[in-house]
């Protein structure tokens, strides 16, 4: 298997996440990195806010492999 750190370009990449290049390309093209998480605060116990920046479902997907 080839290392991560060897990777050289967006197909290789795509190669190495076993995800199409098209939906590769789609996330970090039409849907724009600022567009991958959704950010929300939950409580603490001790008083304040923990925010959560979530990925969305395609990104998650992506993440599990």
Do not use: H
């Not at 603490?44 to 806010?49: C, E, I, Q, S």
Request: hydrophobic fraction near 30%; charged fraction near 35%; aromatic fraction near 10%.
């Amino acid at each position: 298997m080839r290392q991560f750190n060897e990777i050289k370009n967006r197909n290789e990449l795509a190669d190495f996440l076993k995800v199409p290049r098209k939906q590769l390309s789609y996330l970090l093209y039409k849907k724009g990195i600022d567009n991958l998480y959704t950010s929300f605060d939950i409580p603490k116990k001790t008083g304040g806010v923990r925010k959560i920046n979530a990925p969305v479902d395609e990104l998650k997907e992506i993440q599990k492999n």
